[in-house]
């Protein structure tokens, strides 16, 4: 017993004579799906973490869940695509100040069948108005995310509820031709793609996207299809267990030369996904 005791007690001595290991350091950065769907996290963000030694743990929703998730401090950061809100979101003092980061576009997606024939139009407008008037099917996300807020801020700008009749579909209503199915952006590709419908995408994942069937760019270029992205502290007076020192690391790492040129460089097929803009007046 008294040896069993003595190695117990040696094992012990070793134990507490070892250094604590190092905390690892990482935020919490609520975000659009379109950032992670799209693979730019993938690619920016080991390099953050590698010059920072932080790492990021990405909360991926549409961008209204997303501002709910900073509103509870459930998130340190929160990185997003919704101008208006983003600003609300500071002024209700849930965040410390909006930084502009990037841009894409929105594109408007629809089926090789063209049903109301607006393959190449430039007026988003004129679109929407021909979709709703023959009563094409459109799948809307639904889900309060940035996407979702473009979408209806568009028919509400050509005068149309989607949710009510229209002259040429008298049936109208959410039933028929307009479906609003509450999820995200791949699951809105993928149930446009079942039904031959129209949908508004971010063209990040659009591009991204690898089950696009007999889907296809429809409508875009329009200016009113432009998506700008903006980034945030999580307000620590509001939540003082926010990591406000290293979740403003990140920020500043995203619009600083480094971060934007990680961000600039990031293509699929060639193609460039998202165009920076940090520190643009009026971004």
Do not use: C
């Amino acid at each position: 017993m008294l040896k069993w005791l003595g190695v117990l007690l040696a094992t012990l001595g070793l134990i507490a004579g070892q250094p604590v290991q190092a905390q690892e350091r990482f935020v919490t950065v609520a975000s659009t799906t379109s950032t992670q769907d799209s693979g730019l996290f993938d690619h920016i963000l080991p390099l953050f973490t590698q010059k920072t030694g932080i790492q990021v743990r990405v909360v991926a929703q549409g961008t209204g869940q997303a501002l709910d998730t900073g509103r509870r401090g459930d998130a340190d950061v929160v990185f997003v695509h919704a101008k208006a809100q983003e600003q609300k979101f500071v002024e209700d003092g849930f965040g410390l100040k909006r930084f502009a980061v990037m841009y894409n576009d929105f594109v408007l997606i629809g089926p090789a069948s063209d049903p109301a024939k607006i393959n190449g139009v430039k007026d988003i407008a004129s679109a929407l108005q021909a979709i709703a008037a023959k009563g094409s099917p459109f799948v809307s996300r639904g889900d309060r995310s940035g996407t979702h807020a473009a979408e209806l801020a568009l028919w509400k700008a050509v005068g149309i509820d989607p949710a009510k009749p229209q002259a040429g579909n008298p049936q109208g209503g959410n039933q028929n031709w307009y479906r609003e199915i509450g999820q995200g952006m791949g699951a809105a590709l993928n149930t446009a793609m079942a039904m031959e419908a129209y949908v508004l995408s971010d063209r990040a994942t659009w591009l991204s996207f690898k089950n696009k069937g007999t889907l296809q760019i429809s409508v875009e270029g329009d200016a009113r299809l432009f998506n700008q992205y903006g980034v945030m502290l999580v307000n620590p007076a509001k939540h003082p267990h926010v990591k406000a020192q290293d979740g403003q690391a990140f920020v500043d790492w995203l619009v600083s030369p480094e971060g934007q040129a990680a961000i600039g460089q990031f293509k699929i097929d060639g193609k460039q996904l998202f165009f920076t803009n940090a520190g643009q007046q009026g971004a």
